[in-house]
């Protein structure tokens, strides 16, 4: 049963803050023009079938939400939230939607694949070998490249989309995990075990520079705000990080919940999204009058996506079970789809 109970940090987080003077648009806002902030609420909760879970995306356009699941894709029409499996693989982890096509990328955890389908269909149209634990992934509209973060081989295959065949792949020193483009030439890996960014340079190819994250413990969702040139990356270790895409300055953190996941952007609307196991949604805005609130949503909803219509975040979630040192062992019972608005 999801908790909809939420709590508005009383203060300004002093890392937004820092990310406001770093925007060469920001301007001083006037004493008491500030908009309130919306308040954010649990508005639906819509059971799932059993099985773990992982990434999360939302076809706008077609109002169709996918999720990675054990069995395969999950699809969820958002117009009447009927839910069915779109293609069954072995432990899919990304569902990664290709704009301008109606394609979409899975990260197949149990076989050491992608599978690049119809995401109308559900016809597979390219099964692609990875390197070993594919896990996140990334499309950069740029080069026409995806980018598959192999956990267990620490490297990363590029995925040509047009030709659907694996056209390179990059070691990069250790286990990657989410990725973020700035959209001109570099991709940004946060390297779970290490702490820290790997810099690709796309058009070589080659690893350029690894931004240390400083009281980071554990990086795994990353997204970029292309109007400040920063990357925020969020850390197990309840911290996000505010780091400089350009030069890898350390730029501030403010606080979030405990095993993040998730880290989504909306650019226009200023607000970022940050995901965690124990429930807990932090929801940031990145302007004058910016604010961050921390919404209960519920148990295991660690990932996250962003639907741009209606100004909503789904969530999978499950109940989590932890081992006698408090360790994760598993979330596959009681799952379902948490809905937040305001």
């Not at 099985?51 to 109002?63: E, F, K, L, V």
């Not at 009927?82 to 569902?95: E, N």
């Not at 789904?314 to 379902?336: Q, W």
Request: glycine share 10%.
């Amino acid at each position: 049963m999801c908790r909809t109970t939420f709590q508005t940090v009383s203060v300004l987080l002093l890392g937004i803050t820092a990310l406001m003077s770093c925007s060469p648009k920001s301007q001083p806002a006037k004493p008491g023009s500030e908009a309130p902030a919306p308040v954010w609420r649990v508005v639906d909760t819509l059971k799932a079938p059993e099985g773990g879970y992982d990434y999360a995306s939302i076809d706008a356009d077609a109002r169709q939400l996918f999720i990675g699941r054990e069995y395969g894709v999950m699809a969820v029409d958002l117009k009447t939230n009927t839910i069915r499996t779109l293609i069954k693989r072995d432990d899919v982890a990304a569902v990664l939607l290709i704009p301008g096509t109606n394609l979409l990328l899975t990260t197949n955890n149990g076989a050491n694949s992608s599978t690049l389908l119809d995401r109308k269909t559900g016809v597979a149209q390219a099964e692609i070998k990875t390197g070993k634990g594919p896990d996140g992934a990334l499309y950069d509209p740029a080069s026409g490249l995806a980018f598959v973060m192999n956990g267990e081989s620490e490297d990363v295959t590029l995925i040509d989309v047009k030709t659907a065949k694996a056209v390179a792949t990059i070691e990069v020193g250790g286990v990657p995990e989410a990725a973020a483009s700035d959209g001109k030439g570099r991709v940004y890996v946060n390297l779970e075990d290490k702490n820290e960014i790997a810099v690709i340079d796309v058009a070589s190819r080659h690893i350029v520079g690894h931004y240390p994250l400083a009281g980071c413990n554990e990086p795994t969702g990353i997204t970029y705000d292309a109007a400040t040139g920063l990357l925020i990356p969020v850390c197990h270790n309840n911290i996000a990080k505010l780091i400089d895409a350009a030069t890898g300055a350390d730029k501030g953190s403010f606080a979030i919940g405990r095993g993040a996941d998730g880290s989504l952007f909306d650019p226009k609307s200023r607000t970022g999204y940050v995901s965690c196991i124990d429930g807990t949604l932090t929801i940031y805005k990145l302007d004058d009058a910016g604010y961050a609130t921390v919404l209960q949503t519920s148990d295991g909803a660690r990932t996250a996506a962003f639907d741009p219509v209606t100004g909503k975040v789904y969530l999978p979630a499950a109940t989590v079970e932890y081992g006698a040192k408090g360790e994760y062992l598993r979330a596959d019972t009681n799952v379902s789809v948490v809905v937040v608005g305001h």
